[in-house]
């Protein structure tokens, strides 16, 4: 690897650990970068997603402050491993230009459901009107659904995980931040594993970005306690839409 290559990556690394932290959407940072450093495509992905996973632990460390208790919150973790797996397994059994052309418009729509929040909520019922089973098999569903694309492709997990849960959960943005670092390292925790025994990981660019989004995951999640919520909306949403437009033009280019 070149030493500008490297410095690429390391760049790209603390770059995507502190959005991931913030907003989600920082894989759209490495795994370009990656690209760049001259990895075709399924292994760029891969070794995105095991790089990553640091700044997501590193990013759990610095909200666990802002996790809710009780069982509840770990009763989303086997969903999650459950959904990732099946992500995993479908990226590895697919061609790569499906997701290409499926996500860039899952992003969008994701980020359509924080933008609208409330209107949606009015429109679906605010969480506190749910019973209680209704609302632990809605929150496992979005779960889920995040979970299996997190697998899949990963870039703007955190957008869409922020806007499933905001959705249904009855808590503060930076609760649900929390909570989204959470699941989001333990996506990326699965992933790790299935790729690491079965997907071609480039071991060399991973030990370069992984060191770098582990420090930038752990400033992120600091930065957040510090943002008024109306703040970290607008942050989300602005990224998630500039992210969803960039992976549509890559794919109709």
């Keep these: 690897m070149e030493l500008s290559d490297a410095a690429l990556l390391v760049t790209a690394g603390l770059a995507a650990g502190t959005v991931n932290a913030v907003a989600g959407g920082g894989s759209l940072i ?3 970068a990656l690209i760049a450093a ?10 995105n997603s095991v790089a ?15 996790l809710p208790h009780g069982r509840a919150l770990w009763a989303l973790l ?9 992500g995993c397994l479908l990226l590895l059994g697919t061609p790569a230009r499906a997701f290409e052309l499926v996500v860039p418009f899952l992003v969008l729509g994701a980020t359509a459901v924080l933008a609208f929040q409330d209107p949606l909520r009015r429109l679906v019922g605010q969480p506190a009107e749910l019973g209680p089973r209704r609302r632990t098999v809605t929150v496992q569903a979005m779960v889920a659904v995040g979970a299996v694309y997190g697998g899949y492709f990963g870039a703007a997990l955190g957008v ?10 009855e808590a503060t943005l930076a609760r649900v931040l ?10 990326g925790l699965t992933t790790l594993v299935v790729f690491a025994l079965f997907g ?3 071991w060399a660019a991973v030990a370069v970005v992984a060191p770098a989004t582990l420090a930038g995951g ?3 999640a600091r930065l957040v306690r510090r943002l008024p919520q109306v703040v970290l909306k607008t942050l989300i949403v602005a990224f998630g839409t500039g992210i969803g437009l960039y992976l549509l033009w890559r794919a109709v280019r």
Excluded: H
Aim: glycine share 10%; proline share 11%; no cysteine.
């Design 30 to 32: 490495t795994f370009p």
């Design 38 to 47: 001259g990895l075709p495509p399924v292994p760029a992905n891969v070794s």
């Design 52 to 66: 990553v996973f640091p700044g997501y632990v590193a990013s759990v460390a610095g909200s666990r402050t802002d």
């Design 78 to 86: 086997p969903t999650t491993v459950a959904g990732t797996v099946a």
């Design 160 to 169: 869409m995980l922020v806007a499933g849960l905001a959705l249904v959960m």
């Design 178 to 187: 929390a909570v989204k670092n959470l699941l989001s390292a333990m996506v």
């Design 200 to 202: 071609p990981v480039n």
């Design 218 to 220: 752990y400033a992120g």
